[in-house]
């Protein structure tokens, strides 16, 4: 029964916080449904492209939530139940949910353009440049990351080619390819031959459904470095192809899996309590101290995607943006999606409760197998039919979010890579000149961070995770402080962001900075590896940036006091 109350007791908070505070903050900041969205004014058929409600809602949800919200609570339950429960809640509406929303919001106001240049617009052009090599080292991460997740899952040792009776990687990974396929035909079919989205989604639900079952009869199989060379050429044409052929398309068939995933877990929550199949196991508390660290900062950085996550910004200010047909859906896409997002996070750690002893005895290769394992377990044996269907399914959707996470944040990173180079007065690489403009080209920024990416995702370097999860938060601190600047510019209410900023920061960079003391110890004493230099450098880099960009916030901060108090 614990279960059943952490679930309930969730979803009522985070919908009393959707109808309140998230009301509150659409009329504090003047949500206006007659305004024109950039993806109206600036329709160009590529990435100004406005989407219906339901298609940005599932490409916005599929993008945000990747196995973050899965990977981040599992790792953090060894604290207990109780202290992940509480962040992923109180975390979500007021931090991940104000970010979320908040950035997706002002970069509706600034024609669509990412967090960049809302800094440039109230901090500065300087302040812009040192946020987007920011960002770029995160997307290097987040690229490198999810490489790593996706041809793990798809790696086969069997010959290349067919299989019958596949693994499930090779089952995994047919059915993925398969997907990208179904979405082009479903963009083709819903943007060029007019078919509307009731119809033309009933289809798409039921070839996943015949995709399903075609995959678990037969696989493809491909090394795990195939595959990585595959992945890479893939995330580029996703990256320059226009939204509506694959980005969209993709992402909202993706959203139909995460929310079966989610019905079928919210389905063996209350299955499992009333016919006794799995029991909850975490201790409600554990200590203030764990094998992943300290309460504070480490639950506040382990969670990660289930209560705030930096990557959020990168995708509201970046793609959905630039498809909002409507300001007035800027609330449930933003602000809604970062809740359910939430409740992903409380159901990730009710499943590894059902098998927590199992997990915290090291019997599962990675967070999301304990996950699959954790709800599997709640209709039945391991030996049973349906464990072992559910257990695919679940491993299959995880796969399919990291993948689309990772086509999106490749995107994000052609835009921001091009950015970099462009001055004030030049819109796209076109007005550049010299070597800038080779810089700014689209194809140019793509190769260079998916090469990066992948050749860091192939080393499966352990270090990546551990830089992933501060790194991106840190993001979330200095997206907070962006659109509180930009606010208070604007003259509207920015007060409810300084706690969340603050906090942000300040954990964030508690964490690099204890990473950065444990690894020059570790070099001091010559233990440090090529990855622990790494990971130094790295850590060092992210504080430095951070560091020069909360000056410029305090400065900015400080001039909007001194006008207000003049005013």
């Given amino acids: 029964m614990t279960a ?166 090779e089952t995994t990974a047919i059915i993925s390819l398969m997907f990208i396929v179904l979405a082009i035909i479903y963009g083709l079919v819903t943007n060029r031959l007019g078919v509307k989205t009731l119809p033309a989604s009933i289809g798409g639900i039921v070839c996943i459904i015949l995709m399903i079952v075609l995959g678990l009869n037969f696989g493809f199989a491909m090394s795990r470095t195939a595959w990585i060379i595959t992945i890479g050429a893939y995330i580029t044409i996703a990256s320059l192809v226009p939204v509506w052929i694959l980005l969209q398309p993709r992402d909202y068939l993706s959203s139909f899996l995460l929310y079966a995933m989610m019905a079928v877990a919210l389905i063996g929550i209350f299955f499992s309590a009333f016919s006794g199949t799995a029991t909850f196991e975490i201790p409600m508390f554990t200590g203030w101290k764990t094998s992943i660290g300290t309460l504070f900062p480490a639950l506040f950085i382990t969670v990660a995607c289930g209560a705030c996550s930096g990557f959020h910004s990168l995708i509201s200010t970046g793609t959905s943006s630039k498809q909002l047909a409507n300001e007035k859906d800027a609330k449930p896409i933003g602000y809604g999606s970062m809740l359910i997002e939430s409740a992903l996070g409380i159901i990730s750690l ?90 700014a080209y689209p194809l140019t920024g793509t190769l260079i961070m998916v090469v990066i990416g992948c050749v860091l995702g192939g080393l499966s370097l352990s270090q990546i995770w551990g830089l992933f999860g501060a790194a991106n938060q840190l993001l979330a601190g200095i997206a907070l402080m962006a659109v509180a600047a930009w606010l208070g510019n604007a003259g509207k209410n920015n007060k409810m962001f300084y706690i969340p900023m603050v906090f942000m920061l300040v954990a964030t960079i508690t964490s ?56």
């Fill in 4 to 169: 059943i109350l952490i679930i309930v007791a969730a979803i009522v908070l985070l919908v009393l916080g959707y109808v309140f505070y998230g009301s509150w903050l659409a009329k504090q900041w003047g949500i206006d449904p007659g305004r024109k969205t950039p993806a109206i004014e600036l329709e160009d058929g590529v990435d100004y492209v406005a989407a219906k409600p339901a298609v940005l809602m599932g490409h916005h949800f599929s993008s945000i939530a990747g196995a973050g919200p899965i990977n981040g609570p599992i790792q953090a339950s060894v604290f207990g139940w109780l202290p992940v429960f509480l962040w992923c809640v109180i975390g979500g509406i007021f931090f991940g949910g104000l970010q979320d929303f908040g950035s997706l919001f002002a970069s509706i106001r600034h024609g669509g353009k990412s967090v960049g240049e809302i800094i440039k617009d109230s901090m500065g052009d300087r302040a812009k440049k040192l946020f987007i090599i920011f960002a770029l080292l995160v997307l290097i991460l987040v690229i490198a990351s999810f490489v790593n997740v996706v041809a793990g899952t798809f790696a086969s040792t069997n010959p290349f080619g067919f299989t019958s009776g596949p693994t499930g990687n």
């Fill in 350 to 439: 009710i499943a590894v409760g059902m098998v927590f002893k199992a997990y915290t005895n090291g019997d599962f290769g990675s967070p999301a197998a304990a996950f699959a394992a954790g709800i599997a377990t709640m209709f039945g044996t391991e030996q049973s039919t349906v464990y072992n269907t559910i257990y695919a399914l679940l491993t299959l959707a995880v796969s399919v979010f990291a993948l689309t996470s990772l086509d999106t944040g490749t995107r994000l990173s052609r835009f921001m890579f091009s950015e970099l180079f462009l001055k004030k007065d030049e819109a796209t690489y076109k007005d550049a000149t010299g070597i800038r403009k080779v810089l």
């Fill in 512 to 567: 690099l900075v204890m990473t950065v003391i444990a690894k020059i110890k570790m070099a001091a004493t010559g233990a440090a590896m090529w990855g622990d230099w790494f990971q130094l450098i790295f850590a060092a880099a992210m504080v430095v940036l951070a560091l020069f960009l909360v000056v410029e916030g305090v400065q900015t901060f400080s001039e909007q006091m001194k006008k207000k108090a003049k005013a």
